[in-house]
């Protein structure tokens, strides 16, 4: 055993009580914040809760619509709390609230902020013990109950309720808690269906069947005494999964996707069943000094046998040879085929500096956190893996997408020379691998975003797609740009193909919304919208392209609802306040003039600043204002701007307002694509 690397650390236990409000979605924001305050404060004033609190034995996570209470010691205290709650909220029966009760493994961790944060299994089956209830429910995972069981206080009000089926048709043992005074001693409703009847569920875009050679690469657990060591860890996950996804004989599926089961329980149904895989690759990662040490397992995700398991200790300098290690053992054992040039990919060493090599790492790490704080980072570490490796082509290949992404999304003013930068990185990456099919996607960003030689950029595609078959970001990026020719059959089945490689994707998921609402699929668009919102509530862009598609439908007030909701998460009440209230005073119009109003002041201020401020921004606002003179104004500009927004004008319903005025053809037309 190397030094400083010690056996795997224990899981702690926590006792977890999950809760939230019943219908807070369909509650007015003022309702929503009420709702909470005087949650929050029956919660605050629970003698559990404070004893617990004043011991430190404590953990409250907020989860945007309730909360989750995770006690560190006294497996009775969820219970009581719940009872505790339960009472206060009889004299407030407007907060219709349900709990849900389990005990299991916690671990800590770092959220998108790198705050300490806890995660687990505990928590993951709490909620959805807690889903399954109605209003005034406190249900119990039978875990709990029968550690409850044994005492008479508890043993008469406990009521068993059988199985119930979760999402993704996993199945849970559950039990309702209610005596006279509390709780809610009717079935719940999810636990009513009969067994032949599929219940309700949430879902995911679904991904085709498994096929026999199909494999998920699982976050490796960081076991490094150091939490700082956890790029290197997702290095080594992310890095594997690249030498696989060269396989053309495999379907591999994608990072993004993967993360999701960072800290959930493992679940191998589960997996199956929303990424369309037959074979899951497990690991952990530990790092001390010079040393490493990776130990893998892959298991048959469709029959729970593990196929194959290995510990490697190793000097830091030989991680490439343990990660194209592990590649080709996986795919013998799956039976895959390969070219001379995947066998090469399989064991090639992409650099001989070992600090350049971390430092890449660390750029890949603040890449795939996409536009949350930090994301910036990414160009900088790139950079300097370049200054200590000239030759390194992955590093090249990253700093062209970053450039590449900030440059077509505004993120940077559209100069050329960014978008010589972002050319410039892709090229030499090819230069130095022409294998590297990753690099094509900035290269062909480049050519249609800038030059607006979409022949070209449509060539870039075709080719990096041969060289990385599984590179679902490549397809997803296809398919955005095949909408804005009209070759809308073509650009469904790359984003199809995208999805099945990335199936639980934020990104991927939200843009497959955006691609039906650029075709005018409304009713699909508004479905898949909600669909990304399954994924996570809180994000914005799905919520303000949600109201977008509303609006097209004409259903002022849920569009009113989504776009308040968006601004509330970016943490811009004013601006919601400023919406809600006028759309209740004085109607849909009017709130939008109002909104573009306060909008326009701060576009003015930043750009008074010196801050680069889209065209495209201005044309919304001045359209919403009502000001079309202003908005044809600022369209001629943003025509001109080199960046995505000029070419999706076209196809963009939320810009339909403009198109009847034969002014909107006139400038289009001046958006002339090789």
Same mark, same amino acid.
């Given at each position: ?119 687990? &299994? ?27 069981? $044994? ?91 690249? +030498? ?189 691998? $022409?294998?590297? *099919? ?13 030059? %607006? ?15 990385? $078959? ?16 009209? =070759? ?7 984003? +199809? ?9 934020? +990104? ?84 939008? &003039? ?68 034969? =002014?909107?053809? *006139?400038?289009?037309?001046?958006? %002339?694509? =090789?």
């Amino acid at each position: 055993m190397p030094a400083d690397i010690e056996s795997d650390p224990k899981l702690e236990i926590g006792h977890v009580l999950a809760m939230d409000i019943i219908g807070y979605s369909k509650l007015l924001i003022h309702e929503q914040s009420d709702c909470l305050k005087r949650l929050n404060n029956i919660v605050r004033g629970t003698d559990h809760l404070r004893m617990a609190d004043a011991n430190e034995k404590l953990i409250r996570l907020p989860t945007g619509d309730g909360m989750v209470l995770v006690f560190l010691e006294d497996p009775k205290a969820p219970i009581e709390c719940a009872m505790e709650i339960s009472t206060a909220l009889k004299r407030q029966p407007e907060i219709q609230l349900r709990m849900g009760i389990h005990s299991g493994p916690i671990n800590e961790v770092l959220d998108v902020n790198e705050r300490r944060n806890v995660a687990g &299994a505990g928590i993951d089956i709490a909620q959805r013990v807690m889903d399954c209830g109605d209003a005034g429910h406190i249900l119990l995972s039978k875990r709990v109950a029968d550690d409850l069981a $044994p005492y008479s206080r508890w043993n008469p009000h406990l009521h068993d309720l059988g199985e119930c089926e979760v999402k993704h048709g996993r199945k849970i043992s559950l039990v309702n808690f209610y005596t006279k005074e509390i709780g809610n001693a009717k079935r719940p409703t999810r636990c009513s269906a009969p067994r032949d009847q599929p219940l309700p569920q949430k879902t995911v875009s679904a991904p085709t069947p498994a096929t026999a050679k199909s494999i998920a690469v699982l976050p490796f657990e960081n076991l490094s005494h150091d939490p700082d060591n956890a790029y290197f860890a997702d290095g080594v996950q992310e890095e594997i999964l690249m +030498r696989l996804s060269r396989i053309r004989d495999l379907k591999v599926v994608s990072r993004t996707s993967t993360q999701r089961y960072r800290s959930a329980p493992t679940n191998l149904r589960e997996i199956v069943e929303q990424l369309g895989v037959a074979h899951i690759l497990e690991g952990s990662v530990q790092k001390a000094g010079d040393q490493v040490r990776v130990h893998v397992q892959l298991i048959n995700a469709q029959t729970d046998s593990h196929l194959w398991a290995d510990k490697f200790d190793r000097k830091l300098t030989d991680i490439f040879a343990v990660e194209s290690e592990i590649a080709a053992k996986i795919a013998d054992i799956l039976q895959a085929k390969l070219t001379d040039a995947e066998e090469k990919a399989l064991v090639a060493r992409p650099t001989e500096n070992s600090e350049a090599h971390q430092l890449y790492l660390k750029g890949r790490f603040y890449w795939n956190k996409w536009l949350a704080p930090g994301f910036e980072k990414s160009r900088d570490y790139y950079q300097q893996a370049i200054e200590l490796d000239p030759s390194y082509a992955l590093a090249y290949a990253g700093l062209a997408d970053y450039y590449g992404f900030a440059f077509a999304n505004g993120l940077l003013p559209p100069e050329e020379k960014w978008a010589k930068a972002e050319e410039d990185a892709a090229n030499k990456a090819l230069e130095l691998d $022409p294998t590297l *099919g990753e690099a094509y996607n900035p290269l062909a960003a480049a050519m249609l975003y800038y030059h %607006r030689d979409w022949s070209a950029a449509q060539r870039y595609f075709q080719r990096g797609i041969e060289l990385s $078959p599984n590179f679902a970001e490549m397809r997803h990026h296809f398919a955005l740009c095949l909408v804005l020719f009209g =070759r809308n059959d073509e650009a469904l089945v790359e984003m +199809r193909r995208g999805i099945e490689l990335d199936p639980l994707s934020l +990104r991927f998921n939200w843009n497959w919304a955006r691609l039906l609402f650029f075709m005018g699929l409304f009713d699909q668009a508004i479905s898949q919208f909600h669909k990304t919102l399954e994924l996570d509530s809180n994000h914005v862009a799905a919520r303000e392209w949600l109201g977008y598609a509303y609006e097209r439908k004409g259903m002022n007030k849920e569009a009113i609802t989504e776009w308040v909701k968006a601004l509330v998460l970016t943490g811009d009440s004013e601006l919601a306040g400023v919406l809600e209230r006028t759309y209740q005073n004085s109607g849909f119009g009017a709130a939008l &003039a109002a909104l573009a109003e306060k909008q326009l002041e701060r576009l003015e201020a930043k750009t008074g600043c010196g801050g680069y401020v889209p065209a495209v921004e201005y044309v919304t606002a001045y359209m919403r204002r009502g000001n079309k003179d202003q908005a044809f104004v600022w369209l001629a500009k943003a025509v001109e701007e080199r960046n995505r927004f000029a070419l999706e004008f076209k196809v963009n319903p939320v810009f339909d307002p403009l198109r009847s005025d034969p =002014r909107f053809d *006139g400038l289009i037309t001046q958006i %002339r694509v =090789r």
